[in-house]
């Protein structure tokens, strides 16, 4: 009979902590990060500074700047992962053995999906939309502010979820969608699973939270006389990836819950026998995942449809078809899903459809394309970085294209489905279309947040190591795939000769992380060299209102809200050289601090690794915790504070005298 | 003679809280798509027709109903600013909504003490969380209630009250429309099939 | 110290001008490009080199479809170059207009092409689905060979109904004859591909899914599971060996004499997951192990999950609609 003691913290004992000798070098190395992070707090004596600035801040772009630094701690996370994947593939997938056990292989592929995916491209995606929406529509900040703080705290808390199960426990081997019966009880009986099914959920209902948050600011608190037609694109991209989020979101919520509750209080939805059904989760797990692939993306559109103008110095070709193609898109990829199972055994008619509305798609895209090419014609194109990731990502997103044409046709797709030919157009489509969007306009909106710009060699070198590096990487993978490779082998058979091209995709990952590198340098350098680079409000010639904004942003973003009368507003503001603003200057009422967001996400990470252990009784802690915080939450009064026209006007001096 | 009126409505937060509704909606849409799918999956244990007891689900459709006219009838009593009586078909409501959890959780109760519980069938899993969810949204929905009496009787009627008793409305009629959906889809054409 | 780093970097920045970067990413690109392609000859590039009827259908449809996707890709890579080349800002030369109207013409031409692309492949994927259709039996003068799958952690069984015989992660198959596979799954969710001859299929617990392959040469072609399935997923591989009808013959003649014989109590030992088995033959002692293999998931008497193998993985189309 087990003891209370045991009893009391569930399924959690020292048999939890990892054994193998790569997941403790990783244990040791992210715990020293930590531990160095909290050291050099606490000797500068930051912990205040850290609370009241930042982790109580409802401010959107402190917000946004914390989704960044997650996110960019999670992709070298996630990129440490993919060393470990490319280096057993070339090194010991033709023999037996390595340092990395099949298991840990397993679980290695399932954290860089789900890290890459949910922690990475969502972060970019949230921290870009925090800083630049409200500016870009010029409003004072996100219609619910608080409800901003909970969301970037409920994926912080599923971000430390999701690397804790490195540390204790165990993450899934399933994969990054984790299909049952694998993923049940009968075959994954460890934690794994669970880790995986919790740090999502929660991260998940942030970003759902976010979308309805993001959707209501786009909607409501647009400056006076921009119409929708007026939007700038990257908000209409916007629009059309926050709608994804609201339609796709509840059905991974809900997909997930009736998982966790398979395998936690023993319902029967997915599993293979007692009338289970596995093929309802395959269904409903993308008829979220695939929109989510263009939740990612159409931002991404969204960022070179602001590039490209700007560094061609002429207006965006076809504004009103990109709308139309964004909004195509926003629809389509609802009518989609079945492609990523043509395999399952559905009819051919079933088949056929998925596969022409998928192709359909490719008709808006390739229509955007188009346009941003002639936006280069007859204009003045400097080829700045941003632009080189651009040029960049049209030849490798193109390329992305052409095979997922390919995949899309059912009969082709027969032949190439779980193949690495699958795995090496998604890379495409991920690599080339999201992160090198998401680059790109980290790179052109810098200069407005921290006052000065990136060092822009380094930023060209980076994107070429990128561009090459993922040619190199992805090329071998597609040929591997057309050889007959299929995804997620910890090993092969030596005699079929897969291991040459395994070590040249290795070869590509490494100038990849040769890309990283100078990007970490990038920063560093340009931190250490910020006053050569200084910035000015108008970094480059921009076109849009964020570009009218001081640099940086002080908390108010404008003082005063004047009347939008263009669709490129900033632009024609200085062909028209109107600058002096008719209304007067009026108090601003701003959100006051409050720690409600930090604690509610961090109680729901609580609940998460309560749940995973079986620790029932900080399940109904942390349960009664979160009604009662929730309900503080609401009945907080006097939740804002007002700036008086004084302290504005000072604010604006010192801008000005600060030449800005 | 003209009455200011009590705004109910924030341009702001009833958008963002109209979209929240769709977006559990679609939580629901998903649920009953399992459910329709899991619905033969009974595993030789007992389907629709064997297990429900339809007074007992007709008188959890009624008094949620009846809560769905009280609730209002409250926000009329609201808007004339007439807070003791809005209290009053509140706590109606209030009382209402704890006899529908009841009834609920006692025909759960009885299910599994017949060996039907969640475990026994996919069919069974699907129904169990689909009412399941619904009567947690009840739920949720009582706290909430019973802290907005609360803060009615300690703070009045202020913009941010009226603003969340709206919603609030919103909120159980939502919940009720939900009920139709399952008592249709669920229960009736569970016993005529 | 700094001073020193500072000059370092001054150093090297002046040696890495950007034509000389340019110039290193090319090159490394080209010498990339060129040691992949060394590396191909003598190696089984199974999807362009099918060796059956059906893998080569769909490499002529593989081929079909990238033409026609060059005919849209080849235009924006010519145009993405000339543009940034000619309106580079330096080029004094080139006509600026920044307000330029935008072309209705242009548009509706790059609307309309893809549109007319996009049609003509959905007429084509239409007819190549059906054509293509794992459940479609293959069209032959030759008598098709029956062939019941189980996935296994991590081990594929192979049973031939119709010759009495039975083979573990090894399919020997007769050239030139179709044959029919029925396959199902005794571990999570599993797929059966065997690239040179085409299509591949998931394997499903208590569930049977249709496929229909022919291999036109001899030869030993490599199978796989492509779904993982656990910690052996990677080791569950198996040989397709296509033979000559005599060689096959005397195949199954020599199985269904061998000592081995496959019943129920010798399947549930070798159903446990296990990893790299190597192949081996039996005499068939009980014809229904497939049929109790996919009861086994309907133990409950559950009525969603039809033992009708011809039907059942049919049924779920349209699910989740």
């Known amino acids: 009979m087990k003891g209370w003691g045991i009893d009391m913290w569930g399924r959690l004992s020292l048999e939890a902590l990892p054994h193998d000798i790569v997941t403790i070098g990783g244990v040791v190395g992210g715990g020293l990060a930590v531990l160095a992070g909290v050291a050099a707090l606490t000797y500068f004596k930051k912990w205040g500074w850290l609370w009241r600035e930042w982790i109580t801040s409802l401010d959107h772009k402190k917000i946004g700047i914390m989704y960044m630094i997650v996110a960019v701690v999670m992709l070298l996370r996630g990129f440490a992962d993919t060393l470990m994947l490319r280096a057993q593939q070339a090194v010991f997938g033709a023999g037996d053995g390595g340092p990395i056990s099949a298991d840990l292989f397993q679980q290695v592929f399932s954290a860089h999906g789900t890290i890459m995916i949910f922690f990475v491209a969502m972060g970019i995606l949230f921290g870009a939309l925090n800083l630049i929406v409200p500016l870009q529509i010029g409003a004072r900040d996100v219609a619910f502010p608080l409800l901003n703080s909970i969301s970037f705290w409920l994926f912080v808390a599923g971000m430390m979820l999701m690397n804790l199960s490195l540390a204790i426990g165990e993450f899934s081997t399933a994969g990054w969608l984790a299909y049952p019966p694998l993923s049940g009880l009968e075959y994954s009986p460890g934690t794994g699973v669970d880790y995986w099914l919790w740090s999502i959920q929660i991260a998940g209902i942030g970003s759902l939270l976010s979308g309805i948050n993001f959707l209501v600011t786009i909607f409501t608190m647009r400056r006076k006389g921009m119409t929708l037609m007026k939007m700038p694109i990257f908000t209409w991209s916007v629009v059309g990836s926050m709608a994804l989020v609201l339609w796709a979101f509840p059905i991974l919520t809900a997909t997930l819950a009736m998982l966790t509750l398979d395998r936690t209080i023993g319902t029967n939805f997915f599993t293979s026998d007692l009338g289970g059904n596995p093929m309802m989760y395959v269904n409903l797990i993308w008829a979220w995942g695939h929109p989510e692939v263009y939740i990612l993306v159409l931002p991404a559109f969204g960022v070179f449809s602001e590039i490209v103008p700007v560094f061609s110095r002429k207006k965006l070709f076809g504004y009103k078809s990109m709308v139309m193609a964004l909004m195509a898109i926003t629809v389509l990829s609802f009518t989609v899903w079945l492609h990523h199972f043509f395999t399952m055994g559905a009819g051919a008619n079933v088949n056929a459809f998925f596969g022409i509305m998928t192709m359909i798609i490719g008709i808006p895209t390739g229509v955007k394309v188009f346009n941003w090419i002639f936006t280069m014609y007859k204009g003045k194109v400097s080829f700045t970085s941003p632009m080189i990731w651009f040029m960049g990502f049209v030849v490798t997103f193109t390329l992305g294209g052409l095979t997922g044409v390919l995949l899309s046709v059912p009969g082709i797709d027969f032949q190439m489905h779980n193949s690495l030919f699958l795995v090496a157009h998604f890379h495409n489509m991920i690599i080339g279309g999201v992160v090198f969007g998401l680059f790109a306009g980290i790179t052109y909106w810098w200069p407005k947040f921290t006052g000065f710009y990136l060092h822009e060699k380094l930023g060209k070198i980076a994107a070429l190591c990128w561009i090459v590096g993922f040619l190199v990487a992805f090329v071998p993978i597609y040929i591997l795939g057309l050889m007959g490779a299929a995804r997620r082998l910890d090993s092969y058979d030596p005699s079929l000769g897969w291991q040459g091209l395994f070590v040249v995709a290795a070869v590509g990952v490494l100038i990849i992380g040769l890309g990283v590198v100078v990007q970490v340098a990038q920063v560093a350098y340009s931190i250490w060299k910020r006053k050569e680079l200084r910035a000015p409000h108008d970094a480059w010639g921009g076109r849009t209102l964020e570009w009218y904004a001081h640099t940086p942003v002080p908390e108010y973003n404008f003082a005063v809200l004047d009347t939008v009368k263009s669709r490129d507003e900033f632009w024609q503001m200085k062909q028209e050289n109107r600058f002096r603003s008719k209304s007067t200057l009026l108090p601003i009422e701003l959100p006051k601090n409050t720690s409600a967001g930090f604690l509610i996400g961090m109680t729901a990470g609580l609940i998460g690794f309560a749940v995973i252990w079986h620790i029932w009784w900080l399940v109904v802690i942390g349960v009664i915790a979160v009604v009662g915080l929730v309900i503080w939450a609401n009945l907080r009064e006097e939740t804002e504070f007002e700036l008086s026209v004084g302290e504005i006007l000072r604010h604006e001096k010192s801008m000005k005298r600060a030449g800005l | 003679m003209k009455q200011a009126a009590v705004k109910f409505t924030n341009y702001k937060s009833s958008l963002g809280f109209w979209i929240y509704l769709m977006t559990d909606c679609l939580i629901f849409a998903s649920l009953f798509a399992t459910y329709i799918v899991l619905l033969p999956g009974t595993a030789g244990g007992p389907g629709p027709k064997d297990i429900f007891q339809m007074p007992l689900v007709l008188t959890e459709t009624l008094i949620l109903l009846t809560s769905s006219f009280t609730v209002g009838l409250a926000m009329i009593a609201l808007s004339k600013k007439n807070i003791k009586q809005a209290i009053w078909w509140l706590a109606a409501t209030y009382i209402l909504g704890v006899a529908f959890l009841t009834i609920e959780l006692f025909e759960f109760g009885v299910l599994v003490s017949e060996g039907h519980s969640w475990q026994a069938s996919a069919f069974l899993s699907a129904f169990f969380v689909l009412v399941g969810t619904h009567g947690l949204h009840i739920l949720i929905g009582l706290i909430w209630l019973l802290v907005m009496v609360i803060v009615l009787l300690r703070r009045g009627l202020n913009s941010k009250s009226s603003r969340q008793l709206g919603l609030f409305a919103m909120y159980w009629h939502f919940l009720d429309l939900v009920w139709i959906f399952i008592f249709t889809i669920v229960y009736l054409m569970g016993v005529a099939s | ?321």
């Not at chain 3, 062939?147 to 015989?165: E, K, S, T």
């Not at chain 3, 229909?212 to 397709?240: C, Q, S």
């Open chain 3, 1 to 321: 110290m700094l001073e020193k780093v500072e000059k370092l970097i001054k150093q090297l920045s002046s040696f890495l001008t950007m034509k000389r970067i340019y110039i290193t990413a090319s090159l490394g690109l080209v010498i990339a490009f060129l040691v992949m392609f060394l590396m191909l000859p003598g190696k089984n590039i199974a999807l362009l080199d099918p060796k059956g009827l059906i893998a080569e259908q769909q490499l002529d449809l593989l081929v079909f479809t990238t033409l026609l996707g060059l005919v849209v890709i080849i235009p924006v890579f010519v145009l993405l170059f000339v543009f940034a080349y000619k309106y580079r800002a330096s080029n004094k030369k080139a006509d600026y207009q920044p307000d330029k109207k935008d072309n209705v013409l242009l548009e509706i031409i790059w609307w309309g092409i893809p549109i007319l692309i996009i049609l003509l492949l959905s007429v084509v994927t239409w007819v190549t689905t059906h054509q293509l259709d794992p459940y479609k039996p293959i069209e032959s003068s030759k008598e098709p060979v029956k062939v019941q799958v189980v996935a296994m952690q991590w081990n594929w069984l192979f049973i031939y109904p119709d010759h009495g015989v039975a083979s573990v992660n090894e399919l020997p198959m007769p050239v030139g004859a179709p044959v029919e596979f029925s396959i199902t799954a005794d571990a999570p969710m599993s797929a059966f591909w065997i690239p040179n001859l085409g299509s591949q299929t998931y394997a499903m617990n208590g569930m049977t899914a249709k496929l229909h392959l022919v291999a036109d040469k001899p030869g030993v072609y490599p199978g796989m599971n492509t779904n993982i399935n656990g910690e052996g997923y990677a080791k569950m591989r198996f040989k397709a060996n296509a033979m000559s009808q005599a060689e096959f013959d005397a195949w199954v003649s020599r199985a269904a004499g061998s000592d081995n014989h496959l019943d129920w109590n010798e399947y549930t030992e070798l159903s446990q997951p296990t990893k790299d088995i190597p192949p081996r033959y039996f005499m068939l002692h009980e014809s229904d192990i497939y049929d109790r293999v996919i009861a086994k998931y309907m133990d409950h008497g559950g009525g969603n999950k039809s033992t009708d193998n011809q039907n059942s993985g049919h049924n779920h189309e349209g699910m989740g609609h």
